[in-house]
Every structure is written in C-alpha cells, then in structure tokens.
C-alpha cells in the first residue's frame, strides 16, 4: 500500500511468509503458534478492541495522506432523501395505491410520507451542485483542494459524492456496517472508500480535515453528527468551523433551537454555532470564504 525506504529489518509481510514455511508438527500447527499479527481468532477477542480502534483510525490516515488529502468539506443529510426523479416515480406509485384503497390509512400515510420526500429531494440536486462547485474550484491554479467526505451511504450522501465525480475529482466516502442501507455509492473514489465498524473513530475521521460541515435534512444518524459537532465546538473540543444547515423551515419544525435558550438548557450565542443556507451558491459563498 505504501513505499518507504529500504530497511535493514525485514518487513513484516516477509516476517509472516517466512513463519509459514515451519515445518508442521503439533506445536506449529496450534493457534498458539501463530503470529499475532497474522492471527485473526486472536485480533477479534474482545480484549484486543483497543487494538482494533487504533487499527481503524490508522488504516484511513496513512491511505489520506498517501493520496495528499489535506482539507475536506463534509456533507450530512438523509440516506432517505433521493434525487428527484426517483422520489416522484416513488410518490406517483404510492399515489397510485391509495387512489386504489383510500380507505387503507397505512397507503395513506406512505404517500403523505412520499409526498413529503419528493419535497425534500431538491436537497439532492443542492448538494450535488455544492459538491461540484467546490470540487471544481480546487483544480483551478492557486486554489486549496477541498476534497467532498460523506459518510458513503445512498440519499443526501451519494449527491455529495456524485457532484465530485461530475467534474471529475476524487471523493471521499466514510461507510459504517449497517444492518440497512449502508452500501457503498457508486461515485465515491474507490480508493477513498472506507468501512468502519466504530462510530466514534468514524466521526473523528470526519472532522480531522474538515474545513466546513454541510448538514441537509435527515433522520437520527444526520441528528447524531450536527450534534457532535456543535458539541465538539461549544466546548472548544475542536476550532470553529462552519456548520451550514440547509432547510430552515425542516429543522425549525423538528427541532426548537430557541426553546432550548428559554429552557436554558444552551446558551444563546451556542445557536450562533450554525447558520441557515438554503441554495448551493449561498452555501458555496460562505465557505469560500473560510
């Protein structure tokens, strides 16, 4: 994976050939016997989860500084949020259903739901448009590389992904094991696509490079990341950097910043930590400006 000067130890790849040459006894061939490294009943032990962390922030790092990436620009938002053809082939079929059962309040609510989708999937188009005009703008002379990071999942994330590859440049994608919708998107730089099994080295991934975090509508796991980081900021954990929130009128209906500040469970400059974008130009604005 990567080159590096010649050593006068032998390398660790030779080390593990050289070990299976033994010659086979009952000694050689017990698990006991085997190099650590190259023992994997023994990695997975429980005890060795420390181990397995260090492992998992290592693996990216060397891979991001071998390719020379530096800065990155984070895009969040629903894996549920498709591009808009999709989303209104969706509410058409679920129209479609219910016109032939209105009756049935569980068809009901599915085109209420589909409905509500084909709304949001403009946030597709924006984030693709946002991914392209940063991505675009670092392979001009004299510019900054801002390389796109998503976390490599369908929705919100394949635009952001998706913008990169229009114009041709890399993007980064952060995947998680899932027992749902986490298969890897097809514009993402395969050798920029990686598989965490921990949240919490993912998220430090994350963050390492970021110049800015772009948040669109979505669920639970978009909820998990905007919050880390304004937590992260608050505390001064990590140094200020833009958090751009598209949709206003979305997360103004799920979450009440301002009941927060009355309540004084946060104070009122920690909603000063975001701002509201609502167009890819506004969004690509502000960070450019960074």
């Known amino acids: 994976m990567r ?16 070990a299976e040459q033994c010659i086979p006894s009952p000694q050689t061939l017990s698990p006991s016997y085997r190099l650590a490294f190259r023992d994997h009943d023994f990695l997975l032990l ?16 060397l891979i991001l500084q071998e390719h020379q990436i530096g800065s990155t620009i984070v895009i969040f938002g629903g894996t549920r949020i498709p591009e808009p053809i999709v989303a209104h082939e969706q509410l ?38 946002l991914a392209s005009l940063i991505s675009q703008a670092g392979k001009l002379p004299g510019n900054s590389k801002e390389v796109i990071v998503t976390g490599g999942g369908p929705g919100i994330m ?37 598989q965490f099994h921990y949240f919490a080295i993912r998220k430090m991934h994350f963050l390492m490079r970021a110049k800015a975090l772009v948040v669109f509508p979505g669920g639970y796991g978009t ?11 608050q505390t001064k954990k990590i140094h200020p950097i833009p958090v751009l929130i598209f949709g206003k009128d979305f997360w103004e209906r799920v979450i009440d910043f301002e009941a927060l500040v009355e309540e004084g469970t946060v104070s009122p400059e920690d909603i000063q930590l975001f701002q509201y974008v609502e167009t890819a130009e506004e969004a690509w604005a502000i960070i450019s400006e960074t």
Not at 119 to 126: G, T
């Open 158 to 194: 394949e635009a952001g992904n998706r913008g990169a590859h229009d114009v041709g440049a890399e993007s980064i994608g952060l995947n998680i094991v899932l027992p749902f919708e986490q298969k890897p998107n097809e514009y993402i730089t395969p050798e920029l696509c990686f």
């Open 46 to 61: 429980d005890e060795l989860r420390p181990v397995r962390l260090q492992l998992e922030l290592l693996k990216p790092e």
């Open 223 to 233: 909820f998990d990341e905007l919050f880390e980081t304004l937590t992260l900021i």
């Open 3 to 18: 080159s590096k000067k010649k050593e006068i130890f032998p390398s660790a790849l030779e080390d593990a050939r050289a």
């Open 92 to 129: 058409a079929r679920a129209e479609a259903a219910t016109a032939k059962d209105p009756t049935d309040e569980s068809l009901a609510r599915k085109a209420r739901i589909a409905n509500r989708l084909a709304e949001k999937s403009r946030y597709y188009e924006e984030a693709r448009k």
